[in-house]
């Protein structure tokens, strides 16, 4: 069980990049050892290489569907028969996007047509830096979504402040140690509080507590990426503090 996770929730640009390194010790404690905001690709890395488990908020790849269009198009008969209606999410979203949008009721964002591939390409480069091929977790480093991370734990996000979020998420894990420091930047800065978010939820994908992915898209995930969200199903304490 790995004692350390890193979160990144990850932008374009530095400026809106946050980071958050957890530690956890016995007996339900746990700290927040580093918080940072405007954080770079070579500080990823180096968090990273301190981390037993990664989780980064970005996609880590594009839908099959979208690959199958760009390199053969749409049918001839495409618009007659309303093709692109009917293909819009094999060509949009990605498996992990339709099972998550099933589970939570919430769509993630699109990366194969929204300005979240930005950070998707971002993303790539540091996958590739960090040796990722298996894009499904299988390797250490897992995709997250803080937003979907909270409604799991019924955690209104809907016009809900940093502040009232921070204060939900602290009561769910009193374990967790937070500097003063810490804690108003928690309150403040979203980013942060999304890093912290992706760190717990990277704790629960390495526990083996997040969803699991289903058989017959064990493949597709490889290559598309999974969105690794807590399995409220799982043993009480895993994807927590407990050793």
């Not at 507590?209 to 009480?236: F, K, M, Q, T, V």
Request: net charge negative.
């Amino acid at each position: 069980m790995p004692r350390s996770a890193l979160g990144i929730d990850l932008a374009s640009r530095n400026v809106r990049t946050a980071a958050a390194l957890l530690t956890r010790g016995g007996n339900g404690s746990g700290s927040v050892e580093i918080l940072e905001v405007d954080v770079s690709d070579q500080r990823i890395l180096e968090l990273s290489g301190r981390a037993d488990a990664t989780g980064i908020d970005a996609p880590f790849g594009w839908p099959d569907g979208l690959r199958r269009f760009l390199d053969h198009g749409p049918p001839a008969d495409g618009v007659e028969r309303g093709w692109f209606d009917g293909a819009r999410n094999e060509v949009f979203l990605r498996a992990t996007d339709r099972f998550v949008w099933q589970k939570i009721g919430k769509k993630p964002l699109v990366v194969a047509a929204d300005l979240i591939a930005y950070p998707a390409l971002r993303c790539a480069g540091l996958l590739a830096a960090l040796g990722i091929t298996d894009r499904s977790g299988a390797d250490g480093v897992f995709e997250v979504y803080p937003a979907a991370t909270l409604i799991q734990w019924a955690i209104p996000i809907r016009r809900a402040a940093s502040a009232q979020l921070a204060a939900a998420v602290v009561d769910r894990f009193p374990g967790l140690e937070i500097t003063n420091e810490q804690k108003a930047l928690l309150e403040s800065n979203r980013d942060a509080l999304d890093a912290v978010v992706a760190a717990l939820s990277t704790l629960a994908a390495a526990d083996g507590a997040s969803c699991p992915i289903p058989e017959e898209l064990r493949d597709r995930a490889r290559r598309e990426g999974w969105i690794h969200i807590p399995d409220l199903r799982a043993p009480a304490g895993l994807g927590a503090w407990s050793e």
